[in-house]
């Protein structure tokens, strides 16, 4: 069993439709890190939450830490062909500890 | 800033063979290095993490006889797949965290094909 469960698996949408990823668990993460990955490469990060009940806006990207620090949200606004990848929370139990990926989930958009 | 490289992006061996693939973190100083399995369309498996100067602590079912790990600077470390076997094909991606960091950046990963 993975300790954090990302949901959906898989998602598939037209280009200008919002999109939600979710990572949950029920352990307490001292920090959560969201990537991308594309096929053939390796992933790229693309932000960190440390503060319970943190919202991180990129671009069209906003991210949010629960309050309890125990789950996760990744919301996609306008969706476009480039955001097309595979989405991996991975979150740290302890500050300089190993992190645990979610299973990530496939995000197709079509044009 | 914050960028990973590894060498072979790609290889191709024998079985029975052993092959290194080097990680290196360009532009940072690199406390720690993991390493990581990927299986098709799947999530990062990690194999060890190596802390620079001291011994790889290896998960649980890695075979560190098999998956040796050398973390000798702080900007380089290389891992092993010694005497590979098919079922040792597989996507390796390495990853280095800066000192007093949380964040870990990947490099772009290692295809290795035992044939």
């Known amino acids: 069993t993975q300790l954090l469960e990302q949901s959906p698996q898989f998602l598939s949408i037209q280009e200008g439709e919002n999109l939600t990823v979710y990572c949950n668990s029920s352990?307490?993460?001292?920090?959560l890190q969201w990537y991308r990955q594309e096929p053939g490469e390796g992933p790229v990060l693309l932000v960190t939450?440390?503060?319970?009940?943190e919202v991180k806006k990129l671009k069209r990207l906003t991210f949010q830490f629960g309050d309890a620090r125990k789950d996760s949200s990744l919301h996609i606004t306008a969706a476009q062909p480039g955001d097309t990848g595979l989405y991996l929370c991975?979150?740290?139990?302890?500050?300089?500890?190993?992190?645990?990926f979610g299973a990530g989930t496939q995000v197709v958009v079509t044009p | 800033g914050a960028v990973v490289s590894q060498h072979p992006s790609r290889v191709i061996c024998k079985s029975g063979t052993s092959v290194k693939i080097e990680c290196r973190s360009l532009?940072?100083?690199?406390?720690?290095m993991f390493w990581y399995r990927q299986f098709p369309k799947k999530s990062l498996m990690l194999m060890a993490t190596?802390?620079?100067?001291?011994?790889?602590?290896?998960e649980q079912g890695v075979e560190k006889d098999k998956f040796l790990i050398n973390h000798a600077s702080l900007t380089l470390s290389t891992l092993t797949v010694t005497s590979a076997h098919p079922e040792d094909s597989s996507f390796y991606i390495c990853?280095?965290?800066?000192?007093?960091?949380?964040?870990?950046?990947f490099g772009p990963g290692t295809r290795l094909t035992v044939t």
């Open positions: 352990s307490v993460f001292s920090s």
């Open positions: 991975a979150g740290a139990l302890d500050s300089w500890g190993k992190l645990q």
């Open positions: 190596s802390n620079e100067g001291s011994k790889a602590t290896y």
């Open positions: 939450v440390v503060t319970g009940g």
């Open positions: 990853s280095a965290r800066g000192v007093g960091r949380y964040e870990q950046y």
């Open positions: 532009d940072f100083q690199a406390t720690t």
